[in-house]
């Protein structure tokens, strides 16, 4: 038999593998998704027999978050003191750092706070102060969205951030900017201290599972809630012993009484403060 007869033979063998290989990860993927609906059922079904709402179509999508180790970053802390102070100098190495520049001070600690106080006015234009507070972060490398502002008693005005990391809420990460007559006098808050990297870990639990172990919570907490309102997958950075971190995974679940925390890989369920 000619070579190039062979050739072609070999070419359509591999071809039908290749077709039989798809046809086989395409099942598989539809039973999959056929068991997770089915799940997702089951679970709002049990909710519903349990005296808590949420429609179907509010679940959310799977969570893909896992554990993630952070180490300080010390150049990422530089470049923030540089874009918020302008040309400044550091005085400290290990634990503290300090900034002092044209437009004020900073610090940062090894547990990730950090605190700025600036003498140079940075003014809000035409009065934003949320869009003002939350560009000034992200030029100086701290993703972030809008939690809330308020004015105090003594007529200052404070808003309040949340970090972002990769598009997910980093729950108890959140920064707070004080303004005077429209003028930012100062930043006060929480910060990852690095750059995470992923670490071998459990897997996160799907929505399902996730509805259940809440309920489980509730009940045996002793909690009182007839509605789910919100289901949003997040972070928490915790901090070791070493002063390293660990970014965690978590889901926040907003009820019509107040809001939960359920652990993203084992489920322990708590109230968030």
Known sequence: MEWSKIKNIVLLMLLAVNLFLLVLVAD???RSAAYQEEARTGAVEILEAANIHIAMEELPPESTLHTMAVERDRAAEDAMAQALLGESVRSGDLGPVTYSGSRGEGQFLSDGKFSFAFEEALTAEEGNLEEHGQQLLEKAGYTCQVLGIREQEDGTVLVTVQELWGGSPVFNSTADLT????SLRSIRGQRLMGTPEPEAGA???DVATILLRF???VQDGGY???EIRGM????EVTLSSSGSAALEPVW???TNTVPFYVDGTDGTVRQAE
């Not at 949003?232 to 972070?235: K, L, P, Q, S």
């Open 224 to 226: 009182v809630c007839s």
């Open 203 to 205: 897997e996160p639990l």
């Open 252 to 254: 926040l679940i907003t």
């Open 28 to 30: 598989q993927e539809r």
């Open 215 to 217: 309920l489980s919570g």
């Open 179 to 182: 303004y005077e007559n429209g």
């Open 232 to 235: 949003t997958a997040g972070y």
